[in-house]
């Protein structure tokens, strides 16, 4: 933990943002006051806050805003547009760490470098340069002493909290596992070897596929042997971002309209491939990621962000993609459980009656209408209300759709979801019945079979042993009826006590009437004195208890 008396000058300076933006929780928390409640600050100011204190806490925000299960819509929504308002590192500097990480001049790597960077973000900007072999490439070099604002930063935030665990929320939501979670998530994005790995994942992942053809998408080569943890070097692409992009036509008989429509057909194929079958995805498709190219092929770049899903929960997502489809609260509310992370009791009836009546304003809705990424947000946020903790990797996964289906809509208001999502659920599901490779599924299933044959009957066996020699036992636990029986128990026992002390006071009474010697009048009072200690605890334990009427 730490206070003023522990100051230092980016403390100072984090201390004087807050303060200027009128965050007064966050004052009591860095001064070392009183942890109350929780009270974060409107959407708006949250965002400014984070801008003004850096790189590093706008990072926080965007990875902030993939985490629907934290967060409500707001928060959500202001977090998802953050942005650095960074300016780009003067040449000289960029140069310098070129060449500290080449180990070599820079004139023998490459023949030429524009100065003038392409793009500037919050961890690094990207200048396009030519090799020495001539190739074009994107060259992404990492802000000089980021890495040592992150290390400062990660300290100041992990203290923070600390302090915020003490409170309910902290401990509800584990506030110190998600503060680490998001320093190790921006720690990941300072090694860009780990984003060259990721891209050459996703291409493999993508250079095979049923559901399109692999050629119309586009990821750029890796040049490992210029490539560093600051530096990353990638294949130049022509083109622009794709919704800036003017979109034409090579083939006459096909109309702008009818290439938008294959275009968006070939996003939600690529990615859902990657979501739900490869389980390994680009989490950030935003209008900046996804580029229409010279020669008319889609390209996805920034591959710094990334999500995993395993086998489990991908079989999961996919009945509750069909969930959503079909309305069915009922579904929803058995598939929130089997992903839930949560180990305290949930109000199965109140979760089922949220999602029936989040689900029923899209009983009459037009299909074109239907937003997917909407509701996958709105069961998390119901989730969230429910005390229900699921897998922060869902958070991706709902901010992968959400911008997926934007860019989708940008693109091509006349896009249908539903119509994009339905053929490839029927393949989904015929790979969780049969997998990819029917025989072994099929070899698979025979042996499970033939292992419940040849165990069946021992079991048989020994059940009905059990039955006509009585030692059969059933072990049920109903959640539901503990409550009742602590509450017969405290009942039954305040019955007790109240008939021990209305013994006590008419044996006191018989005693007192009839005593002849100072030793039954002391016996007397004892008891007299007994009875009143405990008729007292009696009365104190039901006022406690708030249950009087």
Not at 324 to 331: K, M, Q, T
Not at 467 to 479: A, D, I, K, P, V
Request: aromatic share 8%; with cysteine; net charge neutral.
């Amino acid at each position: 933990m730490f206070s003023l008396t522990q100051t230092s000058s980016r403390q100072r300076e984090i201390i004087e943002i807050v303060l200027s933006n009128g965050w007064d929780y966050m004052r009591r928390v860095l001064t070392g006051g009183k942890p109350d409640e929780p009270q974060i600050p409107r959407p708006e100011v949250l965002r400014k806050i984070l801008v003004e204190l850096g790189p590093f806490y706008v990072k926080l925000g965007q990875l902030l805003s993939t985490r629907p299960d934290l967060l409500s819509p707001d928060y959500i929504k202001a977090l998802t547009a953050l942005q650095a308002n960074v300016p780009a590192v003067d040449w000289e500097e960029i140069e310098l760490v070129i060449r500290q990480q080449l180990q070599q001049p820079i004139e023998s790597v490459f023949t030429t470098i524009n100065p003038t960077p392409v793009a500037a973000g919050s961890i690094a900007q990207i200048h396009r340069g030519t090799l020495s072999n001539g190739h074009e490439v994107a060259i992404k070099v990492q802000r000089p002493g980021i890495d040592k604002i992150v290390a400062q930063d990660t300290t100041l935030i992990k203290g923070i909290a600390e302090l915020v665990a003490l409170t309910e929320f902290g401990q509800t939501y584990d506030i110190v596992k998600l503060a680490e979670e998001f320093t190790q998530a921006v720690k990941a994005e300072l090694n860009f070897t780990l984003e060259a790995s990721y891209t050459d994942q996703l291409r493999r992942n993508l250079s095979e596929s049923r559901w399109f053809d692999p050629k119309e998408l586009v990821i750029p080569q890796i040049y490992w042997e210029v490539t560093t943890e600051k530096l990353l070097v990638m294949e130049w692409l022509e083109g622009k971002p794709l919704l800036e992009a003017e979109i034409y036509s090579s083939d006459e008989k096909k109309s702008v309209s009818d290439c938008k429509k294959e275009i968006t057909t070939l996003l939600f194929r690529a990615f859902f491939q990657q979501i739900y079958l490869n389980g390994f995805f680009h989490a950030d498709p935003h209008p900046g990621n996804i580029f229409y190219l010279q020669d008319g092929r889609i390209a996805l770049i920034d591959f710094g962000m990334i999500g995993c899903l395993d086998p489990r929960t991908q079989q999961i997502l996919t009945e509750m993609l069909l969930a959503i489809v079909d309305l069915d609260a009922g579904a929803c509310t058995q598939l929130t459980l089997e992903l839930s992370e949560s180990v305290q009791p949930t109000n199965l009836v109140r979760l089922k009656v949220d999602y029936e009546r989040m689900l029923r304003k899209y009983y009459n809705l037009n299909l074109a209408q239907f937003n997917f990424s909407e509701v996958v947000y709105q069961l998390l946020q119901i989730a969230r209300n429910n005390k229900i903790k699921v897998p922060g990797n869902l958070g991706l996964y709902a901010k992968c759709l959400a911008n997926l289906e934007g860019v989708a809509r940008q693109f091509n208001p006349e896009v249908n979801v539903l119509d994009e999502v339905k053929p490839l659920m029927t393949d989904l599901f015929r790979r969780q019945l049969i997998g990819d490779t029917p025989l072994q599924t099929s070899l698979r299933t025979i042996l499970d079979l033939k292992s419940i044959y040849l165990k069946s009957p021992r079991q048989i066996e020994v059940l009905l042993d059990r039955l006509s020699s009585e030692t059969l036992q059933w072990n049920l636990r109903l959640s539901e009826l503990e409550p009742l029986r602590r509450s017969l128990d405290s009942s039954a026992n305040r019955l007790s006590f109240s008939v021990v002390v209305g013994s006590l006071i008419i044996g006191a009474a018989i005693i007192s009437t009839g005593a002849q010697t100072p030793q039954l009048s002391l016996i007397s009072n004892i008891l007299f004195a007994a009875a009143s200690l405990l008729g007292l605890w009696l009365i104190v334990s039901i006022l406690r208890s708030r249950r009087l009427k």
